[in-house]
Each structure stands twice: as structure tokens, then as C-alpha cells.
């Protein structure tokens, strides 16, 4: 029994880093052109809704994939757009776009099937699981790694591609220079507007990804509000990682595991409302740690009592 339980942690906790990395990648994205995305919590309800109908109405995973990135897309014009044509508020802007994900989406479910709380049917088509004969013949690394979506895979692929991208390239050098000095950036001959636009839309799919991985991944159904604070937690990745996508990655590893634990307790026979909120304080346990870490950086005469 006990060989068991490390085999199944960790297999739930990869499945539990996969939304949380890709959205906290998006948020890296957004964060290093100068936008502080605060909505990839609706961005990520908004592509698990789209995933759902999606792969409904075509009868194939691709097809949820493909319209929650569209749909996932779109939403994010209101950042997009509202943060560089309009000159809004990051902050105020982003609430609303989680308010607007969570009423939208029920409302849509209640339109577009008759139903409300949850939707399932057999014709949503799920994701399948990757199976690679040279690694499904391990004992335990096989057992985990086969039991994982395209989606997951993609998510560390990509997660190396951006931090490449990111610190190796004419493109990122670009990007940078963007969110830490616009107006030497434009000096530069570099259209900030532009690069902060297609930025912010290129990270919406990404967290559209995250969105099918949700409701499509472990189980093909869409539930009001399923996102459950995932982009949340994925905003706090990004702070965590001070916009750098190999240390978010790390605060999400960190989150997943949490989140696994948090389902194993309840099979040990603790109640939800105790071992839901695990991955939440483990979360601020891990805010009020950097910060202090920060402070006494910044301030030399902070130091802890004898």
C-alpha cells in the first residue's frame, strides 16, 4: 500500500501544475511587458467553458482545445486593449474580467444546455493520455508519466520555449525592455503598443490551454466557477517568480503538490472544508516567507529577535 502513495501523489499533483503553470505562464508574459494580469482566474473559466462546448459540438478534444484558445483570445482584448488604447487600470480592469468569466459563463451554460451547477455529457470528447513506450516500461516514472495529457507535456515544453525566448533572443531583449522602460523602449524604434497587444493575446491562449486542461483533462465536464481559484494561485506563482517563468514554474510545483496532499488528507477521512483550504495557506505561508525574505534585503537593520 504504501509503494503506492508516492506514485499517486505525484501523479496528482502534475495534473493539478499543469492549469496553474500555464496560466502563471501567461502571467510572466503579461508581467514582463509591463501588464499585471489579474484575470487569468476568469481567462481560465472562460477557456474551460469554451473547451466544454467545443469539443461538444465537434465531437473531438482538438476541437475544445482550438475553441478555448479562440475564445480565451478574444476575452483578452479587454486587457489587451483596455490597458494600452484606453489607458485603463490593470487592477480594475482584470476584477472585472473575473466577474464578467464567472457570470457569463453560468449564464451561457443555462442558455446553451438547459442546465445549471454542472454539465456533462457523452459527447464531450476528453483529453487522451500520452503514452510512451519507452517510458511507460519504467516501474514508477512509467506509471506517472503515462497517465498525462498532450496538454501537460506542452506546458514544460513551453515553459523551457518562453524562458529561452525570453533571455536568449533579439524578441525577448524586446519584450523586456518593454515592461521595464517603455519610453526608452520606444526611443529604440520599438512599438510598445503593439508588442504589449499581441503579448497579452499570445498569453490569452496560453491560459486557454490551461482552460482545456481543466475541463478536459481529468474529467470532461464543465462546472460553474471550476477554476476555484487556480489563477489566483497562479498570479501568486507569478509574484513568487518576480516574472521569471523557471521560478513561477517552481512556485507551481510547490502549489500542485499542495493541492495533492490536500486530496489525499480527505481520503484519510478529514473533512473538504479543512483540507481544501491546504493549497490556499500553503500559498500566503509562501507570500509572507518572500516577502520578509525581500524586506530584510532591502533593509539591512531587519533583523529576527533572539
Known sequence: MLDLITPFLVNSAVQAITPILLAALAGTLCGRVGVFNMALEGQMLVGAFAAVVGSYATGSALGGIVCAMLATVLFSTILAYGVTIFRGDAVVICVGMNLLASGLTAYLLRQMFGVSGTFSDPAIVGLDKIRIAAISAWPVIGWIFSRQTAITWAAWILTALVTIMMFRTPLGLRLRGVGEDAEAATSM???????????????????????????????????????????????????LGRNHPLWAALACVLFGFADAFSIRLQGQGLPNQVTDIVPYLVTLAALVLTHGRRRRRQDPTITASP
Open 189 to 239: 524604434g520599438v512599438d510598445v503598443t503593439r508588442y504589449r497587444i499581441v503579448t497579452v493575446l499570445a498569453a490569452g491562449a496560453i491560459v486557454g490551454l490551461a482552460g482545456a486542461q481543466l475541463s478536459l483533462g481529468t474529467v470532461s465536464i464543465f462546472s460553474e466557477d471550476m477554476s476555484a481559484g487556480r489563477g489566483w494561485i497562479a498570479v501568486v506563482a507569478v509574484m
